[in-house]
């Protein structure tokens, strides 16, 4: 039985690298896989890399996920190799959604010792609410934000945890897509977003255009 068992938990690079082409591996939702991960690093990443991609592995904050290798310099004899994950066009909501997300971890990080920020769709709507069109009605604000989260849960960076109310975690791979430096000009951003608000109050009405 012993030598069952100790068969079953040997490390397993295809079971590995299959979880991560499938999406995000977290280590507080696959501790199994994320053991393994972390066992195998260097085996995942030549694994990997035949295809042109890296795997991103963040032990401290707890996820790994795959991206597609940087572009060869121009000039280079390196030959490009097509991407296998594609590229994702976010519309404004989103993108302001997500960069509000990320100053609220880092607001989180600097008072808390508790790795994981929850917070509710309410709470959630509060942030948002200064930027949606001032003419939308009550109704129809609470079905943006519902619209706008659904696509962050869609994307991976928030995750359902409650119903009543509804409550959302924050899952941290969000500081790898929303950089320090993007973080720092947030206030930049946020005046370019009231302009194009100004300019088109109907933006929101569409989760299918360019941020």
Do not use: C
């Amino acid at each position: 039985m012993t030598s069952v068992t100790a068969a079953r938990s040997e490390p397993n690079l295809s079971a590995v690298a299959t979880a991560l082409m499938k999406g995000v591996v977290y280590r507080d939702t696959a501790p199994v896989v994320w053991q393994q991960l972390v066992a195998l690093q260097p085996q995942v990443q030549d694994y990997v890399a035949v295809i042109g991609l890296v795997a991103v592995v963040d032990e401290s904050e707890g996820y790994a996920f795959l991206r597609s290798r940087p572009e060869p310099d121009p000039g280079s004899d390196e030959p490009a190799i097509p991407r296998l994950v594609a590229r994702r066009a976010l519309s404004f909501p989103v993108s302001l959604l997500l960069a509000l997300l990320r100053k609220k971890l880092v607001e989180a990080d600097a008072s808390s010792a508790d790795s994981r920020l929850v917070l509710t769709r309410d709470q959630i709507l509060e942030m948002l609410v200064m930027f949606l069109p001032t003419r939308s009605n009550e109704a129809r604000l609470v079905d943006l934000v519902d619209s706008h989260i659904g696509k962050v849960v869609e994307l991976g960076f928030l995750r359902k945890v409650g119903d009543k109310p509804p409550e959302y975690e924050v899952r941290r791979i969000l500081k790898a897509f929303v950089d320090a430096q993007w973080l720092a000009d947030l206030d930049e951003r946020l005046a370019a977003y009231h302009s194009s608000l100004a300019a088109d109050d109907d933006i929101y009405a569409d989760d299918g255009g360019q941020p």
